[in-house]
């Protein structure tokens, strides 16, 4: 696998999806900080209280199969940010 690039997002009380996907990239790893996000990657939005908790400092490792389902939101008060790293 090659690095195929990088984004910060922020997470807030909207659900956000991954914003610039690189062509022909295959997975990504997803580190969360500054507060902790719930994700749902079936085409529904998350919300503070459903989808999958990810707390500070937990990483994701996702194939990008669903990455245009794949969805974030903040779970408590405090907005977080998505560390994105793209491999191909």
């Given at each position: 696998?090659?690095?195929?690039?990088?984004?910060?997002?922020?997470?807030?009380?909207?659900?956000?999806?991954?914003?610039?996907?690189?062509?022909?990239?295959n997975f990504a790893i997803i580190?969360?900080?500054?507060?902790?996000?719930?994700?749902?990657?079936?085409?529904?939005?998350?919300?503070?209280?459903?989808?999958?908790?990810?707390?500070?400092?937990?990483?994701?490792h996702y194939d990008l199969n669903?990455?245009?389902?794949?969805?974030?939101?903040?779970?408590?008060?405090?907005?977080?940010?998505?560390?994105?790293?793209y491999w191909k």
């Amino acid at each position: 696998m090659q690095p195929a690039g990088y984004e910060q997002k922020t997470v807030s009380t909207a659900a956000v999806a991954l914003a610039s996907v690189p062509d022909r990239s295959n997975f990504a790893i997803i580190t969360v900080a500054g507060g902790a996000v719930r994700f749902r990657d079936d085409g529904v939005d998350p919300t503070a209280a459903l989808g999958h908790p990810l707390e500070v400092g937990d990483r994701l490792h996702y194939d990008l199969n669903r990455a245009d389902a794949l969805k974030f939101i903040r779970r408590d008060s405090t907005d977080a940010t998505l560390d994105v790293t793209y491999w191909k």
